[in-house]
């Protein structure tokens, strides 16, 4: 069985940078052999998390709308690549509403302890955090990693790497940049292989 590759954009801007960003991620993964799909946020109909806490309790979300099937999609897919644009030093609503929904996955794994994930189930299953940001600074990234690490803990997926661009205003846009698609793209081949490589051990 091919090696499942789902990637998840979360910036409402339609083949910008980000998208674009994962699109190579996407496209290297394919020339690995993976089986890619993507998923596009803003097309979706979800709401933000109720903080209801019913999940709690039967460890299922009681609103029903298009997170729950796409969460299902990502527990079973074996790399997840996670893209968001940087909005005011963070990812974008769009991606912390469906990581939010997420919920009832963690009340499974940490209330009610029916769900878990082995270490080697863990390992297998990657995740990777794509980005770009406007500005230049280092650390315009920093706010982001934390929620990204809290999804991919929950849905049990290792973190495996960022791809991440700044200074998107300085190169004009991701097809500026000198190395960002290339490198995305060597990423996608890169993480497709590991994952085989641990399925036949
Ligand atoms: C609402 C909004 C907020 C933004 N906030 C930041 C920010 O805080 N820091 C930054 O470096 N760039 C910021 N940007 C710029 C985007 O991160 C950058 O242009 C990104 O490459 C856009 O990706 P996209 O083409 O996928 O939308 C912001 C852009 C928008 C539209």
Redesign the pocket.
Known sequence: MPVRVLGISG???RH????TLLDAFLEGGALAGGAVEKIILKDLDYSPCRGCNACHKEGECIVKDDAIPLLEQVLSADCLAVAS?????GITAELKGLIDRAQYIWARKFILKSLYFTDKEIHRHKGVFIS????S?DN?FDAAFPAITAFFNTMGFEYYDNIIA?D??RYR??RGHPTALADARAKGKEVVRAIERMSRD
């Not at 910008?16 to 998208?19: A, P, W």
């Not at 770009?132 to 500005?135: D, K, R, V």
Request: proline share 9%.
């Open positions: 910036s409402p801007h910008g940078n980000t998208e644009p940087i909005y005011s030093m770009t940001a406007g500005l600074w315009v700044n998107m205003d846009g991701i």
